[in-house]
Nanobody, 124 residues
Framework: QVQLDESGGGLVQAGGSLRLSCAASGRTFSGYATGWFRQAPAKEREFVAAINRSGGFTYYVDSVKGRFTISRDNAKNTVYLQMNSLKPEDTAVYYC?????????????????WGQGTQVTVSS
């Protein structure tokens, strides 16, 4: 069992930055790939970024490439999402999730554990 706790969300103006953190507890965090997803009001939850177990491989949805960076510190059992040049369309609840898929995955149904989410609101 892995418990995930997101933090770092808030209200920011367009063009600003936020850094989300996801702290893990329970089983060995380094044994899981980790992803970030988001869900805007009245929309489906969508993949944002993922990172493999070691942190050496990352990938992103096209809409955030060049603006968001996912990273992890296994010694601290924490994964991060640095979000720069934020846009109003980035407004959503952001969730982190852990998967046993070795390289990570874009498929939300392949994630075994989820956090409660943190709200990100970008004003125009």
């Amino acid at each position: 069992q892995v418990q995930l706790d997101e933090s770092g969300g808030g209200l920011v103006q367009a063009g600003g930055s936020l850094r989300l953190s996801c702290a893990a507890s329970g089983r060995t965090f380094s044994g899981y790939a980790t992803g970030w997803f988001r869900q805007a009001p009245a929309k489906e939850r969508e993949f944002v970024a993922a990172i493999n177990r070691s942190g050496g491989f990352t990938y992103y949805v096209d809409s955030v490439k060049g603006r968001f960076t996912i990273s992890r510190d296994n010694a601290k059992n924490t994964v991060y999402l640095q979000m720069n040049s934020l846009k109003p369309e980035d407004t959503a609840v952001y969730y982190c999730a852990a998967s046993t898929v070795v390289g990570g995955t874009r498929n939300q149904y392949e994630y075994d554990y989820w956090g409660q989410g943190t709200q990100v609101t970008v004003s125009s």
